[in-house]
């Protein structure tokens, strides 16, 4: 009975966001607890799905190490976190056929910049060169050469804001199992570099032209010209030595079609580099224009998006409307555990005088003092609208003052979808301008009913304004950071021999 190991890491960092994370970030599973994601919309739920229509095979669930995106992993949090790992999988090795590892691409840890590559080979060590491993990927993560190296085979996100997870766990196991069965015999990756970060709606997948190239990748899959393809656009925040985007093409056995489409590829994502930037719109001339509707409106903060390793705790936007005499009802959320913890303490009904933001990233955020009334108090607890992940936020409290409802939270959380709103009795649907921090949101979250998403040029260690971040590690040029002149893209092989 073949036997196929099951693997998962994942974290996205935001390498400008001063408060690093830790290994009491990560939701720790092991062994048979893997298995409580049959069924669901998770990479392995989606890979389980695949391996259980397959009776002769054994699913050897090994080791899951999940967190929401945060600052960089520090040196000791990592130092557990794959001690861990590495034991889990030397304790699982017996009989190994393959192995799937899912990954999201976009880690980095103090001391160790290229983790996902640093699981990859220390796996790699122990199963030997010809049991073959597949990974799947965040469309959003770096894809490394020490990565590429260690591989067989991958499968990429096609879509964002992301909804297919599931799919491409199974597309992963697929590719795995053909892999195995000898239909796909010599693996060939093709992988092109391309100097150029993006940011921006150009990049939702059912509108933008991102999503025009990704039906590329998928015809090439559905036609059978490769047998995996896609087109990574990293994580601009992760500010590590291989970011980028890149496009990876894999064939069975055909390197030249594989760099050809690679090329391809690369030299239609760079001649739309520009149509995916992020436009961004003054603080003073948004608020100026939601005085003048009558509609709800949003205010994209993207450059505090925690659901791409941001502090949380940016106030800006809040104290902004405030000082322009917004007066509406506004809804926001904010990462401050002492304004939580004084709420708490005070009671539902009690009235206090608390500071808002600035409790992670000083340089950035002033603290805005506040008299407001306790609203609501609640454990933070929620679920992920979409893969019905839990989340957890602490001790929370909801606070209320001039017409602005705040919801407090005392740790950082992912808060792409409405879920820390709804677990604090709260529906967006009721307030005049909502806050989100999340560069993007499933349609119907909110775009399906709002009269204008204003998506607001603020400060941020997520901010869509690349060049501003400053970045010290990525190779140099990069655009938009520097202009570059002229592209020649060119596509590097990997196959393995085992």
Request: a negative charge; glycine letters at 8%.
């Amino acid at each position: 009975m073949p036997r196929i190991l099951v693997v998962q890491c994942m974290q996205e960092i935001s390498s400008f966001n001063p408060l690093p994370s830790g290994y009491e970030n990560f939701l720790v599973e092991r062994g048979d607890a893997l298995l409580a994601q049959r069924g669901r919309n998770t990479a392995l739920g989606g890979a389980f799905a695949v391996f259980d229509a397959r009776p002769e095979i054994e699913i050897v669930p090994c080791y899951s190490a999940r967190a929401g995106s945060a600052g960089l992993l520090s040196a000791q949090g990592w130092q557990r976190l794959s001690s861990e790992l590495i034991a889990a999988v030397e304790a699982s090795l017996n009989g190994i056929d393959a192995v799937y590892v899912s990954l999201h691409g976009a880690m980095g840890a103090d001391g160790e910049l290229d983790p996902e590559g640093w699981i990859l080979e220390q796996i790699r060590m122990r199963v030997g060169p010809k049991v073959p491993i597949v990974i799947s990927l965040d469309l959003h993560g770096i894809c490394t050469d020490r990565m590429l190296r260690q591989i067989d085979g991958f499968a990429l996100y096609w879509t964002y804001p992301h909804v297919d997870f599931a799919d491409t766990g199974a597309r992963a196991a697929r590719l795995l199992l053909r892999i195995m069965d000898g239909t796909v015999a010599r693996p060939t990756i093709a992988r092109v570099v391309i100097p150029a970060l993006v940011r921006g709606d150009e990049l939702i997948t059912k509108t933008g032209c991102y999503g025009d190239l990704l039906l590329d990748c998928r015809r090439l899959e559905a036609e059978g010209q490769a047998a995996a393809a896609g087109i990574m656009i990293g994580n601009p925040f992760t500010d590590v030595p291989e970011l980028c985007s890149q496009v990876l093409i894999m064939t069975d056995g055909d390197p030249e079609g594989a760099s050809r489409e690679a090329i391809r590829l690369a030299n239609a994502f760079w001649l739309l580099r520009y149509r995916m930037q992020g436009k961004l719109v003054p603080i003073e001339r948004a608020i100026a224009q939601a005085k003048t509707i009558e509609g709800p409106v949003v205010f994209t903060d993207a450059a505090d998006a925690t659901s791409s390793g941001a502090s949380g705790d940016s106030n800006v936007l809040i104290k902004a409307l405030h000082q322009a005499g917004y007066r509406r009802r506004v809804l926001a959320q904010i990462v401050d555990p002492a304004a939580a913890a004084a709420a708490h303490r005070a009671g539902v009904g009690a009235t206090i005088e608390v500071t808002l933001g600035g409790a992670h990233d000083r340089a950035r955020f002033t603290p805005w003092p506040v008299k407001a009334e306790v609203a609501l108090l609640s454990n933070g607890k929620a679920t992920v609208e979409n893969t019905r992940a839990p989340l957890n936020a602490g001790p929370c409290a909801v606070l209320t003052f001039d017409g602005y409802t705040i919801v407090v939270l005392s740790h950082t959380v992912g808060l792409q979808d409405r879920a820390m709103y709804f677990a604090n009795g709260l529906d967006p649907r009721d307030f005049d301008l909502i806050v989100v921090k999340s560069p993007h949101t499933e349609y119907h979250m909110y775009d399906a009913w709002i009269a204008k998403n204003f998506n607001v040029d603020a400060p941020g260690s997520t901010s869509a304004n690349l060049p501003y971040l400053g970045h010290t590690i990525c190779a140099r040029p990069m655009f938009p950071m520097e202009e570059i002149a002229t592209f020649s893209p060119s596509a590097t092989l990997y196959g393995r021999a085992g």
